[in-house]
């Protein structure tokens, strides 16, 4: 168990609608990075939070938006799906971030599968 | 932008031999390389880091290489076993910004 915790585990939904995923970092973590992994792309980094400010962004779409509260929480909305944005959601935490001189690990959470009808 | 390399086939190895999976990246080095094991239906688990000054780094079975002049990573798994058995992605540092790069993975097979 990673610590990092993500709801909900799977959704179901139709085209053209919209849906939030949430997701709680480990105890303590600033960093809260969100994943997309579908069979054909792999892993692909959307977007990070550092304490409550986006620090990065990655593939997103404009379809797509994240924020971090000051609980540290975080969701991704995804909104007007598509087929294509069935995937797998990761969401990952670390304590700072990664990227330059830094290396924290990076905590992944089980995933929210989506599947868009 | 960053192009990581990872063989897309299936690798079966038997029990108790040498796994040793490959990551080839392209168009510039980053300053340090991780590998992660990915269970079916899981998120990624953290392995290893090694950074681009270091040749080598160990932790129990596992061993990894980077090797800057090549662009190529090595991830051994010695004396493996069938619970080894999983898909192991290769990720770098993005260019001046935060988050991972991720190769798509080898998924790793060990025949009892």
């Known amino acids: 168990d990673s610590g990092v915790t993500q709801t909900p585990k799977h959704l179901i939904t139709a085209t053209g609608q919209r849906v939030t995923l949430r997701c709680s970092p480990r105890?303590?973590?600033?960093?809260v990075y969100w994943y997309q992994q579908s069979l054909d792309q792999g892993l692909q980094f959307l977007i990070q939070?550092?304490?409550?400010?986006?620090?990065a962004k990655g593939n997103i779409l404009e379809r797509f938006s994240a924020q971090q509260f000051p609980d540290l929480h975080s969701e991704l909305n995804l909104s007007s799906l598509e087929l294509g944005d069935s995937a797998l959601y990761f969401c990952?935490?670390?304590?700072?971030?990664?990227?330059?001189?830094?290396?924290?690990?990076?905590?992944f959470g089980p995933g929210t599968r989506l599947t868009v009808l | 932008s960053q192009k990581i390399e990872q063989n897309s086939e299936a690798l079966n190895i038997q029990e108790g031999k040498t796994a040793t999976l490959t990551c080839n990246y392209t168009n510039y080095s980053p300053a340090y390389l991780q590998w992660y094991r990915q269970d079916p239906g899981r998120g990624p688990v953290f392995l290893l880091l090694?950074?681009?000054?270091?040749k080598e780094k160990r932790k129990e079975r596992l061993k990894v290489t980077f090797d800057t002049t090549l662009k190529q990573s090595l991830f051994h798994i010695t004396a493996s076993q069938p619970a080894d058995s999983a898909t192991y992605l290769c990720a770098l540092d993005r260019t001046a910004a935060d988050g991972l790069t991720f190769g798509k993975g080898t998924h790793l097979i060990i025949q009892p």
């Open positions: 090694i950074r681009e000054n270091e």
């Open positions: 939070y550092y304490n409550g400010e986006e620090r």
């Open positions: 990952a935490s670390s304590l700072h971030f990664t990227g330059g001189a830094r290396t924290d690990t990076q905590y």
């Open positions: 105890s303590g973590d600033l960093s």
